[in-house]
T-cell receptor, first 112, second 117 residues
Framework: GQQLNQSPQSMFIQEGEDVSMNCTSS?????WLWYKQDPGEGPVLLIA?????ELTSNGRLTAQFGITRKDSFLNISASIPSDVGIYFC????????????FGKGTTLSVSS | NAGVMQNPRHLVRRRGQEARLRCSPM?????VYWYRQLPEEGLKFMVY????????ESGMPKERFSAEFPKEGPSILRIQQVVRGDSAAYFC???????????????FGPGTRLTVL
């Protein structure tokens, strides 16, 4: 089946540092989505990307849809303790209404 | 506007019993998706439904699993004769109807954690 390679698997950073994580695939995606999941909860949508090359921000978060349509990255600037959690990339291969394919997640730990 | 609701949040079953997981989509949403998450893993797609129709069940195991989204009431994911390997977190997501566009943002519920003893 289709796979998304998400890296890094985990990150341990100091409060105030910037963070970058990315996802790559051998397949072309029409949509890239970034989610955050806290323990015991469902994923919460952070950013949605729809066009190749698109760069979108949501507060301290910035994500880009790669120009080849096979990758995406998420940056978090000036991290704070509440950024702790698992970040997932997810992509859709076709038009609206299809399954999301998820990466395995990046676990972020922030020390103050 | 209430989010996606799932119940129960935790479900314990013995091997061979049935598990019924319920999902109420966000108000105005007519598309429902079910995903399964194993520990330390990302979510894996199971099934996509619209009201009274299964659109895509390519991720659903061929046996023991079924899903429905009736005209009235929540979507149900049913697992018959559960086995220990069914232990996982099951998430429901919903999205609004957007005919004619390629955009589809899925909003997730809090999940049901199924434990099979």
């Amino acid at each position: 089946g289709q796979q998304l390679n998400q890296s890094p698997q985990s990150m341990f950073i100091q409060e105030g540092e910037d963070v970058s994580m990315n996802c790559t695939s051998s397949s072309i995606f029409n949509t890239w989505l970034w989610y955050k999941q806290d323990p015991g909860e469902g994923p919460v949508l952070l950013i949605a990307l729809y066009k190749a090359g698109e760069l979108t921000s949501n507060g301290r978060l910035t994500a880009q849809f790669g120009i080849t349509r096979k990758d995406s990255f998420l940056n978090i600037s000036a991290s704070i303790p509440s950024d702790v959690g698992i970040y997932f990339c997810a992509g859709q291969l076709r038009q609206a209404g299809t399954a999301l394919i998820f990466g395995k997640g990046t676990t972020l730990s922030v020390s103050s | 506007n209430a989010g996606v609701m799932q119940n129960p949040r935790h479900l314990v079953r013995r091997r061979g019993q049935e598990a019924r997981l319920r999902c109420s989509p966000m108000k105005g949403h007519s598309h429902v998706y079910w995903y399964r998450q194993l520990p330390e893993e990302g979510l894996k797609f199971m099934v996509y439904l619209q009201k009274e129709n299964i659109i895509d069940e390519s991720g659903m195991p061929k046996e023991r699993f079924s899903a429905e989204f009736p005209k009235e009431g929540p979507s149900i994911l049913r697992i018959q004769q559960v086995v220990r390997g069914d232990s996982a977190a099951y998430f429901c997501a919903s999205s609004p109807p957007k005919p004619g566009t390629g955009y589809n943002e899925q909003f997730f519920g809090p999940g049901t954690r199924l434990t099979v003893l």
